[in-house]
């Protein structure tokens, strides 16, 4: 059964960054594509960053293009979302999920398993 444990929420002010990170346990954590989605309050839950198996290749919102970066280390199992210029539209629950393809997508419905999320707020 895979786990997913995120990390490095917290209240920031606006133009400030944070990193998240994301331990995977109980899948051959290379094998499989991670992403990061959030839920701000009242709102469906969207995409922010995917990355592919082996972290060639990352895919992002436009809403978050230029100022989050998505990184994986294989060797640690972790994930990362390295997020810059942080603006108050960026609160939310922050989520990071995986598999069972190799290949990021943009779609919730790829991914098979989750995390319990870290909260990140931005203040004005």
């Known amino acids: 059964q895979v786990q997913l444990v995120e990390s490095g929420g917290g209240l920031v002010q606006a133009g400030g960054r944070l990193r998240l990170s994301c331990v995977a346990s109980?899948?051959?954590?290379?094998?499989?594509?991670m992403t990061w989605f959030r839920q701000a309050p009242g709102k469906e839950r969207e995409f922010v960053a995917a990355i592919n198996w082996s972290g060639t290749n990352q895919y992002y919102a436009d809403s978050v293009k230029g100022r989050f970066t998505i990184s994986r280390d294989n060797a640690k199992n972790t994930v990362y979302l390295q997020m810059n210029n942080l603006k108050p539209e960026d609160t939310a629950v922050y989520y990071c999920?995986?598999?069972?393809?190799?290949?990021?997508?943009?779609?919730?419905?790829?991914?098979?398993?989750w995390g319990q999320g870290t909260q990140v707020a931005v203040s004005s």
């Open positions: 999920g995986t598999g069972p393809r190799p290949y990021g997508t943009r779609w919730a419905g790829d991914y098979d398993s």
């Open positions: 109980g899948r051959t954590f290379s094998d499989y594509a």
